[in-house]
Each structure stands twice: as structure tokens, then as C-alpha cells.
């Protein structure tokens, strides 16, 4: 390989997640937040509310690492715990006021880092980007590889060995 051109672009992209994830946890230590925190903040703020074992599967935690992510973050008052009226043994768990101003400072910090990613890409090409990304997705998804899997199991049998920065 002469030059970063030559690369694959598995390469590319591999770099680009690294560069990326690096800047995001840069960015989020003024906040307090590991990017895996953001990410649990920001599906109860798609979803509203949750139980601890949902919000464990759709990030793709194992349950002991989430109850030490969200003992944090209801430590820093981001979110809040409630029995279930219908099932006292499930805890839900939800945004709090400050969780929800918390999401508006990661959105900006989402803006400013694509601001940098996208310097020098017109508008029409970051559109183009976004969805060939979200078809390479897809693709992916559909291929007999990942058949029949969900995002949890897939990012169990890709990730590290489960070490999160909780």
C-alpha cells in the first residue's frame, strides 16, 4: 500500500470509528459520560421508558454492566428508577429533566463533530453518504451471515470481550 488511498476500505472505515469514538469521548468527558453512557441516555430518550433488561438488549450489555452504567447516571441525576405499577419487580427506568438537558449538549456535540467530520463535503454528498452507509447496513444485515441474529448478539460476537468504561 503507497498511500491512505490504496487502503481498503475496511481500513478506512475501521479508522474512521477509532478517530471518531476517540474525539465523541474527548468531547463527552466535560458532560462526565462514557459514549456507552450517552448511548443509554439517548435510547430512553427514543423510547421513554424502559426496564433495565430492555435497555441491557437494545445497547447490547450484559445486565451487571448496566446496573453499574445506571447507577452512575442516576448518581449524576440523569435518570430515574420506578417500580412498575403492574409488576413491583420491575424497575423502569426514564430520562430525568436534567437527563433531557444532558441530550441537548450531546446533540450539539454530535453537531460539532460531524461540522469537522464533513468539512469540505457538499450538502448532496453527505445525503449520498448517509444512505449508501445506512444500504451497506442493510446489506449486511440481510447477508446469511447475520441471519436470524439481532444487534445485541451480533455486537456480542464483534465486540472486545465485554469491557465497558461504566
Known amino acids: 500500500m503507497k498511500n491512505v488511498e490504496d487502503a481498503s476500505v475496511f481500513i478506512v472505515l475501521h479508522q474512521l470509528l477509532h478517530l471518531s469514538k476517540y474525539q465523541a469521548m474527548k468531547r463527552m468527558e466535560i458532560l462526565g459520560l462514557k459514549p456507552s453512557q450517552a448511548g443509554i441516555l439517548f435510547i430512553l430518550n427514543c423510547e421513554g ?32 428508577k420506578e417500580q412498575d405499577e403492574k409488576d413491583q419487580r420491575i424497575v423502569l427506568i426514564r430520562l430525568s429533566e436534567k437527563g433531557r438537558e444532558c441530550i441537548e449538549s450531546l446533540k450539539g456535540i454530535m453537531s460539532d463533530m460531524e461540522e469537522v467530520l464533513y468539512q469540505g463535503i457538499t450538502p448532496e454528498e453527505m445525503m449520498l453518504f448517509r444512505r449508501l452507509v445506512l444500504e451497506m447496513r442493510e446489506n449486511l444485515l440481510a447477508s446469511k451471515d447475520f441471519k436470524g441474529m439481532d444487534f445485541k448478539t451480533i455486537i456480542e460476537k464483534t465486540g472486545p470481550p465485554m469491557r465497558h468504561d461504566f
Open 49 to 80: 421508558e424502559l426496564s433495565q433488561r430492555s435497555l441491557a438488549d437494545k445497547i447490547g450489555i450484559k445486565p451487571p454492566s448496566m446496573t453499574v452504567a445506571l447507577r452512575k447516571l442516576e448518581e449524576r441525576g440523569y435518570i430515574r
